[in-house]
């Protein structure tokens, strides 16, 4: 059975900073592209950060770039997303997501494997 447990979110003021984890069981996580997307109210899912299974390539959406930092360590199947500079409008549900494959994937309906969520909410 797959599981993805997303761990480390909560409520941080804006500039500063939260780190959430995904702990993957039931897979062999370094077969995986992983991914964190984030998912606000009446919202898409959309992608936020995604890392090739080597950690060679990542991918960040334009609003995180330079703010957040997305890191994998294979031997523990765990992927963290390091969240700085943290604005009101990065409040969401963000989820951790796992694709069987090579290619670094940035749409949800290409993931095989979600997370439960973890809120994170910045006040103003």
């Known amino acids: 059975q797959v599981q993805l447990i997303e761990s480390g979110g909560g409520l941080v003021q804006a500039g500063g900073s939260l780190r959430v984890s995904c702990a993957a069981s039931?897979?062999?996580?370094?077969?995986?592209?992983m991914g964190w997307f984030r998912q606000s109210p009446g919202k898409e899912r959309d992608i936020v950060a995604a890392?090739?299974?080597?950690?060679?390539?990542?991918y960040y959406a334009d609003s995180v770039k330079g703010r957040f930092t997305i890191s994998r360590d294979n031997a523990k199947n765990t992927v963290n997303l390091q969240m700085d500079s943290l604005k009101p409008e990065d409040t969401a549900v963000y989820y951790c997501?796992?694709?069987?494959?090579?290619?670094?994937?940035?749409?949800?309906?290409?993931?095989?494997?979600w997370g439960q969520g973890t809120q994170v909410t910045v006040s103003s």
């Open positions: 039931g897979i062999i996580g370094s077969r995986y592209v």
């Open positions: 997501g796992a694709v069987f494959g090579v290619a670094v994937r940035t749409q949800p309906d290409e993931y095989d494997y």
């Open positions: 890392i090739s299974r080597s950690s060679s390539s990542t």
